[in-house]
């Protein structure tokens, strides 16, 4: 089955500066990989997604990339700022329309502290 | 207001006594799913289901039990809970037709076996 791994599993930087989350994924079937932020005693929000035939998205500071052949994708937030400061989860899944399954695998998870 | 609801939000029981989490959408969606968060292992997926009356399981299913006898619902039961089963629970729904496959997630249960 699927396997994601995340790295790293904390990550302090300072305010304006950019910080970078990677993860890589096993299973080649994977075509769908969202990013969550969880923000302390909150539930978790999704902040960008992408799809395996896209390499980059951006979204203001934040911008995913993918390669699918070395199965790894990264979340890159630029001008970081102390609201940022929470736990970011990256996932994968095979996403089908026709509804075949369901199946979500998250990583481990990053702590990122933006120190003001 | 769309939504996900869960109940109770925090449960403290003991080991063997049955218990419902329960979980709730209004957003009309297909698709749900409940999930455990423990430290350093990250969010997994326990079990998940793609329309009513069909579930299916997810990366850690030992010891729940699950069902969906309406869309907007899909408790889970814990038929003999143990302490291993401590953990922090999160119930999601999810409609991936419509380009994303973002999880809608509830509030979350906190839930202590003694």
């Known amino acids: 089955g699927e396997n994601v791994e995340q790295h790293p599993s904390t990550l302090s930087v300072q305010e ?10 096993s299973d080649s079937a994977s075509n769908y990989f969202p990013w969550y932020k969880q923000e302390l005693g909150k539930r978790p929000q999704l902040i960008i997604d992408i799809r395996s035939n896209v390499g980059e998205k951006k ?7 993918l390669n699918k ?7 890159h937030i630029t001008e970081t ?6 736990v970011y989860f990256c996932a ?6 026709g509804g075949a399954t369901n199946k979500l695998i998250f990583g481990t998870g990053t702590l990122l502290a933006v120190q003001p | 207001e769309a939504q996900v609801t869960q109940n109770p939000r925090y449960l403290i029981t003991v080991t063997g006594k049955k218990l419902t989490v329960t979980c ?5 969606h297909e698709y749900m799913s409940w999930y455990r968060q423990d430290p350093g292992l990250g969010l997994r997926q326990i079990y998940y289901s793609m329309n009513v009356e ?6 850690v299913p030992e010891g729940y039990k699950v069902s969906r006898k309406e869309k907007r619902n899909f408790p889970l039961i814990l038929e003999s809970p143990s ?3 401590t953990s922090l629970y999160f119930c999601a729904s999810n409609e991936p037709g419509q380009g994303t496959n973002e999880q809608f997630f509830g509030p979350g249960t906190r839930l202590t076996v003694l």
């Open chain 1, 16 to 25: 304006g500066d950019s910080a970078v989350i990677k993860c890589t994924y």
């Open chain 1, 59 to 65: 979204d203001q500071r934040i911008a995913v990339t």
């Open chain 1, 69 to 75: 052949t070395a199965k790894h994708f990264s979340l």
């Open chain 1, 81 to 86: 700022q102390p609201e940022d400061s929470a």
């Open chain 1, 92 to 97: 994968a899944s095979t996403m089908n329309y």
């Open chain 2, 24 to 28: 709730s959408q209004n957003m009309n």
């Open chain 2, 54 to 59: 069909v579930t299916d399981k997810g990366d």
């Open chain 2, 83 to 85: 302490p291993n089963q």
